[in-house]
């Protein structure tokens, strides 16, 4: 239940912001001059918000796409993001969101057709290069999609230009639109994953690793074509065991033809950031690991990082073909 | 140790005697520029401000000095107000501020309450044109917009009761039915307080240095980049260690940078254990 919806008024008669406002009959609606004058104001307490968030609905006016950080990717050779929403309804320890925003409200921009018009135009600009476009970064691509019909609004565009790459990446499981429409060769169905020891300490609010498994599976039978995403690794007792665990269990469940490719990242934060999310959970085990600080990064030691890497991709070799392995770092 | 602190900025008297009475606040024995009363664990202090924005402001800000508030002290604004919408005698949450010289803030109401809530325009003047305000008060924007300077927004709370309106006339209101209108709402406002007395608690749990460290700086002498290095280090090493394994694990250091060497060789030698989380 969201208590407060915050509208700006310049969307507040536009088609999808009424469409929201319907799925929330009970909240109190608040106009706006500014999503800002709410967002990330200074002097507002992220955990505090984060135990329950409002909504704000807003209009993006700029920067609608955007060059993804170096790093980031799965093989093409220029890679973009986008993100129609700023802040996720999930609550995961590692998560670089709870560093990046003072607020935790949801922030989901309504104007869609600009970023429709957005790719079209780095589409064009592109026209000779491989390109991948990743839905969500500053958001879970999927977690709200009954709420924002994002992905339904954005996947006829992929179908236009079916040499360009478009990922979902999320948590979620949520199954539609794409349960009731024709799999495209070019969307990939992005997945993170932990461990499920180390899940359910740390991704909070987010649907159990089988359940999360099941959705894989249903969407790679339907044709959908899935990433696997074990970023960020996580250290701890056992974690070869658990890994191992996980790996044999996610690559027993799925069709691996179905595979598109597997991402294996360490945990990092940027240090300021770092600071910020342990000022705000001092007692969190996570942060109690040997973590170090490296060119203004916080991170495990670069052997265990190696190891960590190294042990997955060996084990993920048993199904796949390296050239479906990619290292984010 | 009882460690949450509320704070209360209250313009009538008449306003606050139900919150004083009920909190079993004091005067306090010192000459003050604002009468201020608090409890006895002084857990709960409360200044009259008197009517106005420029009193508000005032109040607020010297009762932070004079109470040694912290960052995660609750700040609570009460008292009764106009309306040209609202239900007379019922209480409100406010969830968004303006004022005539075009401030307008958004504050961040306590979350699951059953209490309604509405904006509230603060003016400079008395006004008896309701018209379609929700709420008109003399204090709140300046209230806020001091508070919001010592605290993040979520330890902020304003609450109004509608006590004159269209169909009440100001003129009828007198200091026994201000008392009353408190009085029959007082069951509501100790229930939201309660909300605020647990955050404040809930935060210094989180934010307050480890007693250890006192323990520890009082042994060694620590430069001022080493006390922040000890007070994270024993943030993270109190997840896993007890205050016991962790002074014998620096015992036998023969200085500052020696107990800061062994509390990160004991960080880097932890494997978290997932399965006792």
């Known amino acids: ?329 | 140790m009882n460690k949450m602190s509320v704070r209360w900025v209250i313009a009538l008297k008449e306003e606050a005697k139900v919150i004083l009475d009920y909190y079993e606040m004091a005067l306090i024995n010192k000459k003050t520029l604002y009468p201020i009363f608090k409890n006895i664990e002084e857990t709960h202090w409360l200044i009259l401000s008197g009517i106005g924005r420029h009193n508000s402001a005032a109040a607020t800000s010297y009762l932070y000095t004079i109470s040694n508030a912290s960052k995660w002290t609750s700040w609570i604004n009460i008292g009764i107000a106009g309306s040209g919408k609202g239900d007379y005698g019922n209480i409100y949450l406010v969830d968004k501020i303006f004022n005539q010289n075009s401030f307008i803030t958004y504050p961040a109401t306590m979350p699951k309450s059953n209490l309604p809530k509405m904006s509230l325009l603060t003016t400079d003047i008395p006004i008896t044109n309701y018209s379609s305000k929700e709420l008109i008060d003399m204090e709140g924007s300046a209230f806020f917009d001091i508070a919001s300077k010592l605290t993040s927004k979520e330890f902020i709370c304003i609450m109004k009761i509608i006590s004159d309106g269209p169909e009440n006339n100001i003129k009828q209101l007198t200091k026994l039915r201000i008392i009353e209108l408190l009085k029959l709402n007082l069951t509501k406002i100790a229930q939201v307080v309660s909300y605020y007395e647990n955050l404040s608690e809930n935060e210094n749990q989180i934010k307050e240095r480890p007693e250890i460290f006192f323990k520890i700086s009082s042994n060694w002498h620590f430069s001022v980049t080493q006390s922040s290095q000890l007070e994270n280090l024993l943030r993270r090493l109190k997840v896993f260690c007890d205050n016991k394994e962790i002074m014998d694990l620096i015992k036998q250091c023969k200085s500052s940078s020696s107990v800061i060497n062994s509390l990160n060789n004991k960080i880097k030698t932890n494997k978290v254990n997932w399965s006792d989380i």
């Open chain 1, 1 to 329: 239940m969201i208590e407060t919806i915050y509208i700006e008024k310049k969307i507040k008669n536009h088609p999808r912001t009424k469409s929201i406002q319907k799925k929330f009959k009970k909240s109190r609606f608040i106009e706006i001059d500014k999503y800002a004058e709410i967002f990330n104001k200074r002097n507002q307490n992220f955990r505090i918000q984060k135990a329950n968030p409002n909504l704000i609905l807003a209009h993006k006016n700029d920067g609608f796409v955007l060059r993804t950080p170096e790093g980031f990717g799965i093989g093409s050779s220029k890679n973009f993001y986008f993100s129609h929403m700023y802040n996720c309804i999930y609550d995961c320890r590692y998560c670089f969101l709870q560093g990046m925003f003072s607020s935790a409200n949801y922030v989901i921009f309504v104007n869609f057709e600009d970023f429709d018009a957005s790719i079209k135009n780095v589409i064009d600009q592109n026209i000779n290069s491989k390109i991948t476009f990743f839905s969500g970064y500053d958001c879970d691509s999927l977690a709200l999609e009954n709420v924002t019909g994002f992905a339904k609004h954005i996947l006829p565009i992929f179908q236009q230009y079916p040499e360009v790459e478009i990922e979902f990446r999320t948590k979620s499981i949520q199954r539609e639109p794409f349960m009731s429409i024709e799999p495209m060769e070019n969307v990939i169905m992005a997945y993170s994953l932990i461990p499920d020891l180390m899940s359910s300490s740390l991704d909070n609010k987010v649907p159990s690793i089988s359940k999360r498994i099941q959705v894989i599976s249903d969407l790679a039978l339907r044709g959908w074509k899935i990433g696997l995403r074990f970023d960020p690794l996580i250290h701890g007792k056992d974690w070869k065991f658990l890994y191992e665990d996980l790996l044999e269990k996610v690559y027993n469940s799925i069709p691996l033809e179905a595979i598109h490719s597997v991402s294996l990242g360490p945990l990092r934060f940027p240090k300021k950031m770092f600071k910020d999310i342990f000022n705000l959970y001092p007692h969190e085990p996570l942060f109690t690991s040997p973590l170090y600080s490296n060119d203004g990064i916080i991170s495990y030691d670069t052997n265990i990082e190696e190891e960590m890497s190294v042990f997955c991709k060996n084990l993920t070799l048993k199904y796949l073909d390296n050239s479906q392995i990619f290292r984010c770092y």
